[in-house]
């Protein structure tokens, strides 16, 4: 009698946990922190314009989650086609179920995506490969992310341009944990910087979010990673085959912070924290 009641109640708990869980949608909190993509598409498409002095057309989104970036791409320019490209089953079905969904008929045939590991071609051929948030950090061996780089020169069309984004500075180099508050949305977003070892440059982060009113939530999503530099990723992808590599850093306002308008340097300047954007013509 005892144990049933306690087996009642410890699934009246799982009940409610999985209530709880439910009601907290860990990629609508990801989306609304960490992504930008109607902005990132029109970089994406002035850089290419910028470099090769036409229109692309063909873009790949290797790692894509819930390829936010892909649909924000065939929305853009209604010949515009995307690949999207993960090998995690969940957020390509999140990305199926709210994203996708939105589309019109027309954006949705101009759309592909693939369950696939990025090392396991072959790729789909296109004008312009991303791999954004900084994804491709998971390749923490050299001969692991020079394979990959080789694969996306292989898989380009000619003359097409890979876009990586990269991010650095003194405060990258020790643990560290930065709150940002979204008022009109009432949650604050924490970038977690757990561990770095400047022996390796791999380093440990996490996304933890705080709805306000609510106990924060822990570990939301996890990052084993290693800090790549841009000399090494410039050395990387020449000897991958790419032609030219260009540095896009970002321009500040007069208050001396980024302003996330980005242009092509020769210099950095030193600071603690910057993000930066590294294209490779093939
Ligand atoms: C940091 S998230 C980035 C998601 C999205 N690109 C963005 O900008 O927010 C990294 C994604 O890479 C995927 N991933 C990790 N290793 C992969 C691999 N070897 N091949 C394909 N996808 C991979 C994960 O499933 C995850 O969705």
Not at 72 to 77: C, D, G, K, S
Not at 132 to 141: A, D, G, P
Not at 222 to 231: A, T
Not at 250 to 260: A, K, M
Request: charged share 30%; aromatic share 14%; net charge negative.
């Amino acid at each position: 009698m005892v144990r049933r009641h306690r087996r009642e109640r410890r699934q009246r708990v799982r009940k409610s946990a999985q209530i709880q869980l439910a009601d907290f949608d860990r990629y609508e909190f990801y989306q609304k922190s960490v992504q930008s993509p109607e902005e990132d598409v029109l970089f994406l498409e002035r850089v290419y314009r910028e470099l090769k002095g036409r229109d692309p057309a063909h873009l790949r989104e290797d790692f894509c989650g819930a390829f936010a970036l892909s649909c924000a791409w065939v929305r853009l320019q209604d010949h515009y086609r995307a690949s999207g490209i993960d090998n995690d089953p969940d957020p390509l079905d999140y990305g199926k179920t709210h994203y996708l969904a939105q589309l019109s008929q027309d954006e949705r045939d101009r759309l592909v995506l693939s369950e696939q590991d990025v090392l396991e071609g072959p790729l789909p051929g296109a004008d312009l490969v991303c791999a954004l948030n900084f994804s491709y950090f998971c390749f923490k061996q050299r001969p692991v992310l020079l394979r990959y780089f080789r694969s996306v020169y292989a898989s380009l069309n000619e003359g097409g341009l890979l876009f990586l984004d990269c991010f650095g500075g003194s405060k990258c180099c020790e643990p560290n944990e930065e709150e940002t508050e979204y008022e009109d949305e009432q949650f604050s977003y924490f970038w977690d910087q757990d561990s770095f070892d400047p022996v390796t440059n791999f380093a440990q982060f996490y996304i933890h979010f705080k709805r306000y009113g609510e106990k924060k939530r822990e570990k939301v999503f996890s990052y084993d990673w290693r800090m790549w530099s841009i000399p090494e990723l410039r050395d990387l992808l020449t000897e991958a085959g790419f032609s030219r590599t260009h540095v896009y850093w970002e321009g500040n306002d007069e208050d001396g912070e980024g302003n996330g308008e980005y242009s092509r340097v020769s210099e950095g300047e030193p600071c603690e924290a910057w993000v930066a954007y590294i294209v490779a013509e093939k």
